[in-house]
């Protein structure tokens, strides 16, 4: 009786998914790999940056799953005068109690944008990123703990590179995935307009999809309980070493690749695929879900050198590269 109940329960969480990531969908048009990863990223328990120009709906993106999930949403727009306070938050004296009284930052909401992350200077992206690592905010001798269901999303504008302040690498390994999002083709283009003129004359209807944060810890317990073949566990540390010993591959990836993944890779890998392989309705994680995250997970995690860097080589070239090498199971 229980494991029928366990089978009910889980078509239950994965349907409200499927009905979540079409609505998604029908909202971000032409983006379907940027909901992919958020949905991803939302089952994995882990935060992601996105990059790609203006225009190009990461805003929205998030904006509309966190009006289809019980939690709230604050978006956070960098800019070179920011504080790390504006982040986190501080202590307000009251005169009244001759008292100080913490006032939360907008860090302590559960769905946060952390628009153009690279236009702050370091302290507020470190403020931000210890937020993220630690789950936690210490402000003097108190720690106040952050929402159990708490994911960030950060993005990147490609152009215009002046006044910015890039992340180092050891602040970037802290993202889950790095996504990195492309103009939509033309039919996408087309239905754009047509959403955008239904939304103008309130054509569209509201959201209907709903999911509660219970929902959401359910589905992350399902994905953690996946089936992972002892094969495919050593496929995924075989690419995770394969960026650090390249030289047992490939000769020019020797020469391309300055430093490997770090550990993070190895379970960020481990994580994605088995929220993908979830969301693809199989109760088992194969090589393909390996292959289809590994670019997001191990991109901003695989350092080149500056002869690679010289020559025009990205990183994705040399995971592709990676991709042939190791032997899939």
Request: negative net charge; hydrophobic residues 40%.
């Amino acid at each position: 009786m229980e494991s029928v109940v366990n089978v009910e329960s889980a078509s239950h969480l994965y349907s409200s998914f499927q009905s979540l990531q079409t609505h998604l969908n029908q909202q971000i048009i032409g983006q379907e790999s940027l909901v992919d990863r958020l949905l991803i990223a939302l089952l994995a328990d882990g935060h992601l940056i996105v990059e790609g120009v203006p225009g190009l709906a990461k805003t929205t993106a998030i904006k509309k799953m966190a009006e289809c999930i019980h939690g709230d949403f604050q978006r956070i727009q960098f800019t070179p005068d920011l504080l790390p306070a504006d982040i986190t938050g501080t202590e307000v004296f009251r005169p009244q109690e001759a008292t100080f009284e913490f006032q939360q930052g907008p860090i302590f909401h559960n769905l946060i944008l952390a628009d153009e992350i690279n236009r702050a200077p370091a302290k507020v992206q470190a403020a931000l990123l210890e937020a993220m690592a630690e789950r936690q905010v210490s402000i003097g001798r108190k720690t106040y703990p952050l929402p159990k269901l708490f994911l960030v999303m950060a993005t990147q504008n490609p152009l215009e590179q002046e006044g910015t302040y890039s992340l180092p690498e050891a602040q970037l390994d802290r993202f889950l995935m790095y996504v990195k999002i492309h103009y939509p083709d033309a039919a996408a283009e087309k239905n754009i307009l047509q959403l955008v003129r239904s939304q103008a004359q309130k054509t569209v209807q509201a959201t209907t999809v709903q999911i509660s944060q219970q929902t959401i810890l359910e589905a992350r317990k399902q994905c953690q309980q996946l089936h992972m073949a002892d094969s495919i566990e050593e496929y995924i540390v075989q690419l995770v070493l394969a960026t650090r010993n390249p030289e047992k591959y490939d000769r020019d990836l020797a020469r391309y690749l300055r430093f490997g993944a770090s550990p993070r890779a190895t379970i960020g890998l481990d994580k994605c695929a088995r929220s993908h392989a979830w969301l693809q309705g199989r109760d088992f994680v194969s090589p393909e879900d390996v292959q289809a995250i590994v670019y997001d997970v191990l991109r901003h995690r695989v350092l080149l050198t500056f002869e690679a860097e010289a020559e025009g080589i990205k990183s994705e070239q040399l995971i592709s590269r990676l991709l042939e090498l190791v032997p899939v199971p």
